[in-house]
């Protein structure tokens, strides 16, 4: 199982990203699949979840109302769009798989992890 993360880079404060995250999983379709990230210095943190039909969507009350996580069941891909970013968004992000189909906040609940992609929010 492979899961791809693209689309951090360097951003100003107030812009925008897209994150993609393309997973070679066969179940796919029955998977819960949610964004972390870890900051320097500090623990990986819940940021997004989304159920396997993509109808039910979790955030962490950091980024609710700014960030939304969507999903492609034909292509096998989870995306995080993120506005208004802020200084303290700056971190690694991670997406995984549970292979649970329901929304899942807590990293124990996902069996499957990417690699990362780095964001940079700049003042």
């Known amino acids: 199982v492979q899961l791809q993360a693209s689309g951090g880079g360097l951003v100003q404060a107030g812009g925008s990203l897209r994150l993609s995250c393309a997973a070679s999983?066969?179940?796919?379709?029955?998977?819960?699949m949610g964004w972390f990230r870890r900051a320097p210095g500090k623990e990986r943190e819940f940021v997004a979840a989304?159920?396997?039909?993509?109808?039910?969507?979790n955030y962490s009350d950091s980024v609710r109302g700014r960030f939304t996580i969507s999903r492609d069941n034909v292509k096998n891909m989870v995306f995080l769009q993120m506005n208004s970013l802020k200084l303290e968004d700056s971190a690694v992000y991670y997406c995984a798989a549970a292979r649970r189909g329901v929304v899942v906040r807590y990293s124990d609940g996902y069996d499957y992890w990417g690699q990362g992609t780095l964001v940079t929010v700049s003042s």
């Open positions: 999983l066969r179940t796919f379709r029955t998977n819960c």
């Open positions: 989304i159920e396997a039909t993509g109808r039910i969507t």
